[in-house]
């Protein structure tokens, strides 16, 4: 596993370095002290584990994942347990406080799953417009084609899935899903969006350099300013 350490204190982050000597299954890419550094890094290095500070100078933790169009696995590292439950509720993998003991630390990296090889995920099916999925919204259940969904959405732990008139809720999170879905068809817009580039009507700049997109029927999502160059290259001959 590939990963950052971000935290505003450098003694934090050469003693979780010297703890993290005991598990050559983690790669160390480098280090941040604020958000706005690991942003940069995130976007150049593109790491698949974050041991992420949450209270440090300018923006924090969660408000640096906000900023990120997919986020990595995130490991919590605080000296506070008052934000343990918004940690769970961005999908963190734990929440260690500090000073991080080495067999608390032992048990947060055993719950680490390797990265799958390039070559084993070709190998998994990727879902296409002429596909249908089951989509199941309490009592409620449908059975789609994925031609006919114009978006997702995430909301929290679950995503908006809009079709015909209804927008059902599943219980997943956005990048589990863009794992599953052809990317020769859908395109993920944000951290926030994955759109059916088949619903695609018009493209307009927006803000800091996105896009807004209009899809057939009138639904209009945005495209972030790191999307957007990925965006205009797809779509362009």
């Not at 596993?1 to 160390?28: H, N, Q, S």
């Not at 997702?152 to 008139?165: L, M, P, T």
Request: contains cysteine; proline residues 5%.
């Amino acid at each position: 596993m590939r990963a950052l350490i971000i935290d505003d204190e450098r003694l934090a982050r050469k003693e979780l370095i010297k703890l993290l000597e005991d598990f050559p299954e983690v790669e160390i890419l480098g280090e941040a002290a604020n958000a706005d550094e690991a942003y940069e890094l995130i976007n150049s290095l593109n790491p698949d584990l974050l041991f992420l500070d949450i209270q440090m100078p300018g923006k924090t933790g969660f408000e640096l994942l906000e900023m990120l169009d997919s986020v990595p696995t995130v490991i919590f590292t605080t000296a506070y347990d008052e934000y343990a439950l918004k940690a769970f509720e961005v999908n963190a993998l734990d929440y260690l406080l500090k000073p991080i003991q080495l067999d608390r630390l032992n048990e947060t990296i055993t719950k680490l799953e390797p990265p799958k090889p390039a070559e084993e995920k070709e190998k998994e099916p990727r879902l296409g417009l002429s596909d249908q999925v089951f989509v199941k919204d309490g009592d409620k259940c449908w059975f789609v084609t994925l031609k006919d969904i114009r978006y997702f959405e995430s909301d929290g732990n679950y995503i908006k899935v809009f079709f015909d008139n209804v927008k059902p809720m599943i219980h997943k999170s956005l990048n589990a899903l863009d794992e599953k879905l052809n990317d020769r068809d859908f395109f993920r817009a944000s951290r926030k969006h994955i759109i059916n580039l088949s619903w695609v009507e018009s493209i307009e700049p927006w803000f800091n350099g996105g896009l807004m997109v209009k899809l057939k029927g009138g639904d209009k999502v945005e495209v972030s300013r790191r999307q957007a160059a990925k965006f205009k290259e797809k779509m362009s001959l």
